[in-house]
């Protein structure tokens, strides 16, 4: 078997409820222990699917709204490309696939992405003037980022 059956494989007998026992004993021979640990271990069983399953929706609506958030910013990407901005777009997308699919070893850099994409907010409102009329509704969203972060955090280390 090749590398990449075997992830399908793994990911098919993780998602069927197969113990992950029984799947690191059947694939421990064809392929690297490690990288077998680790895959087995960003996967969730099925019966913790089904237990996570409400707290995994918000978490993912979460990242919905966050990935809503920087499509926004395509708008400025009409005006004027930067490539900060395109590669933002695109890596949060990423994270929020890999988030939806339950991928376990997307969680904490997520979080660190999302921390980043703070900081960034903070430092656009920053640059405004005072009497700018996009400050308050970047205030906002801001604010809404950091709340959004904050409940993300609680829902991953739960």
Same mark, same amino acid.
């Given at each position: 078997?090749?590398?990449?059956?075997?992830?399908?494989?793994?990911?098919?007998?993780?998602r069927n409820g197969v113990s992950k026992t029984?799947? +690191?004993?059947?694939?421990?021979?064809?392929?690297? %222990?490690?990288?077998?640990?680790l895959l087995l271990a960003s996967k969730p069983s099925l019966a913790n699917r089904k237990k996570y399953k409400i707290l995994h929706l918000i978490l993912s609506g979460i990242w919905g709204i966050f990935l809503a958030f920087e499509l926004?910013?395509?708008l400025e990407l009409i005006d004027e490309f930067d490539i900060r901005l395109f590669a933002s777009i695109i890596i949060t997308f +990423?994270?929020?696939?890999?988030?939806?699919?339950? %991928?376990?070893?997307?969680?904490?850099?997520?979080?660190?992405w999302f921390i980043i994409s703070i900081?960034?907010?903070?430092?656009?409102?920053?640059?405004l003037?005072?009497?700018?009329?996009?400050?308050?509704?970047?205030?906002n969203i801001t604010f809404g980022y950091s709340f959004m972060l904050i409940m993300d955090t609680h829902l991953c280390l739960l």
């Open positions: 078997m090749k590398e990449k059956e075997i992830k399908i494989e793994l990911e098919k007998g993780v029984d799947l +690191y004993n059947h694939f421990k021979d064809q392929y690297d %222990d490690d990288s077998l640990r926004l910013s395509v +990423y994270f929020t696939i890999n988030i939806w699919n339950f %991928d376990g070893k997307f969680f904490l850099p997520g979080i660190i900081f960034n907010s903070f430092k656009e409102i920053s640059v003037p005072e009497y700018d009329p996009d400050l308050y509704i970047l205030q």
